[in-house]
């Protein structure tokens, strides 16, 4: 049977920490690894932009010593002549052993996993999923504060388009004793599903629109941009874009320990002197993405180092 990753509940918490603990050893034994992929190819097809994602991936493979080929955005690709997901999938399996998409259309990615017969990746679909970069947020977390149980995250800034935010709390909900505190413009409120999961489960969340009124009790904070390419009309979205600006200010309300996340790309939603602070680690947490994506490449094509 082949694996997939298309939603981060994909993985038991016991096989995330299992992945976690290979992308730690990864980490500290890269030359180990080198070689672990050698003649496989690993085909990336990106129906929306990225850099991060795409190159993150590619680059994980490349340290794993195996190929990668693909395209990085929907208009050089035969979607342009009306090719389905489904179609695309089952030609991709011709060509490679592994497959990473990311698609505009929530459940694109569920689609190709339908019909690839090779290991399928979501590498986001829509304002849905993204379950990369949740593996990539949980192991960075885990590096940084030592665990990813009895912790306080705060999640600021476009809650309801953000796939990101909507995949992490998804991811989180697994772990006891996580306080989620959502930071928000009031149209930008995290989905009403999301909340009502959290009620159906028990497990307590405060909503705030000022960062200032939260930003000291967060032992996390994860940032996010305004998602553009998702608002209906420019106008939102030039009144609600510099809604947030975490400064050297505000940071001077955080705990000692309060490490800033941001999946990245930031648009002005952090002012580049919070880069210097050692609490700033989102830049650690790119690095990080390329090691669990190491990690999640050997684990979907089932390949063992000892
Ligand atoms: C995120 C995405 O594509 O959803 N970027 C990423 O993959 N690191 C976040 C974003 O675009 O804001």
Known sequence: MKRDLIT????????????????????????KYAHACEGKKMATCFFEPSTRTRLSHETAMLNLGGRTM????????????????????????CFADIMVIRHPREGAAMVAAQYASIPVINAGDGGHQHPTQTLTDLLTI???????????????????????????????????????????????????????KLDELGIPYEEHVRLEDAISKLDILYMTRIQKERFFN???????????????????LAK?????????????????????????????QVQYGVYVRMALILTLLNIHID
């Open 142 to 196: 885990r590096s940084l504060q030592g665990h990813l149980d009895h912790f306080t995250i705060g999640l600021c800034g476009d809650l309801k388009f953000g796939r990101t935010v909507h995949s992490l709390i998804n991811a989180l909900v697994r772990y006891p004793d996580v306080h989620f505190v959502f930071i928000s413009p009031p149209e930008l409120k995290v989905p009403d599903y999301i909340t009502d």
């Open 234 to 252: 420019e106008d939102d979205y030039v009144r609600l874009k510099n809604f947030y600006i975490l400064d050297a200010e505000k940071m001077k």
């Open 256 to 284: 000692k320990d309060c490490y800033v996340l941001h999946p990245l790309p930031r648009v002005n939603e952090i002012a580049a002197e919070v880069d210097s602070d050692p609490r700033a680690a989102y830049f650690r």
């Open 8 to 31: 981060p509940q994909d993985f038991t918490v016991e096989e995330l920490d299992h992945l976690f603990d290979l992308a730690d050893d990864i980490r500290e034994h890269p030359a």
């Open 70 to 93: 693909g395209f990085p955005d929907a208009g050089v690709s035969s979607a342009t002549k009306g090719e389905t997901v489904a179609d695309t999938a089952r030609v991709i399996s």
